[in-house]
């Protein structure tokens, strides 16, 4: 009967556990609407911006511009977006492996950003934070407030390190949202801006008329990029985290179901035997005192 106890035991703890997986799923659930809808409205416009500077870039001397500026890659920043909580499958971990990856291959000096407490976690022993308190330490907190004017105090940091020589290249490690179930993990440069060509089909830059000058709207336009740029990186990774979150517990959710229906099989059978037991030493006994 012990080992019934036990079983009993194992059976309301994977109940307990597959009730909270099951909460979790509903609330990353709730959330990842929220934050699909957000990435959704937000990504056209980056990409049409990008498109704009590209356009734009094609018929005009970018050297000038410091943000624009490409030297020698002697010091790479990554700026590694991930989260704050884990439960998520290899959301953090893909990330974290990605920028290990780079950071190896590039004879570069590397210096790692962590937006997220999971990556301010895995890279803190690494010595590829930063150590100059150049860059913040606590964007972690970035997510309790996301919002554009938040993240474009970031972009304007990292505009300034840049233009300032402190760093070569930056660039964005990201999970980009696909669906619920499907992150792809990006690299995406962020500074220096390069020049664009314009494609064949596309219409060449004389077609419009540009009110001020283009070289005043491109003034205008490359820092309103960079911050579009990131904070589109963060709120795809937000929403990536929802749903590697949403996807994680509803495997989670399944498996303790299954797990409960294997060991209440396993729990019957058991009993059963037991009453089997039960009913055989009865039965002896009887006969023993018969005879």
Known sequence: ???????????????????????MKMVSAAKLKRAQDAITQMRPYAVKLREILGNLSSSLDMSENP????????NVLYVAITSNRGLCGGFNNNI????????????ANVTVLPIGKKAKDAFKSSGLLDKTDTLPSDLENIYANLTFEEVAKIGDLLMEVFAAGKFDKVVLVYN?????????VTEEQLLPITKTELKADESAAGDYLFEPSKEEIVLDIIPKTIRIQLFKGILDSFAS??????????????NASEM????????????????TNEILEIVGGAEALNG
């Open 1 to 23: 009967m012990a080992n019934l106890k036990e079983i009993r035991n194992r059976i309301q703890s994977v109940g307990s556990t597959m009730q909270i997986t099951s909460a």
């Open 67 to 74: 943000l624009s500026h490409i030297r020698e890659e002697k």
């Open 96 to 107: 974290i492996k990605r920028v290990q990856v780079l950071a190896s291959e590039t004879k």
């Open 176 to 184: 980009q949202f696909v669906n619920a179930a499907n992150q792809i």
């Open 241 to 254: 985290e929802h749903g590697a979150r949403m996807t994680a517990m509803h495997k989670a959710t399944d």
């Open 260 to 275: 409960q229906r294997s060991l209440k099989l396993v729990y019957n059978k058991a009993r059963q035997a037991a009453i």
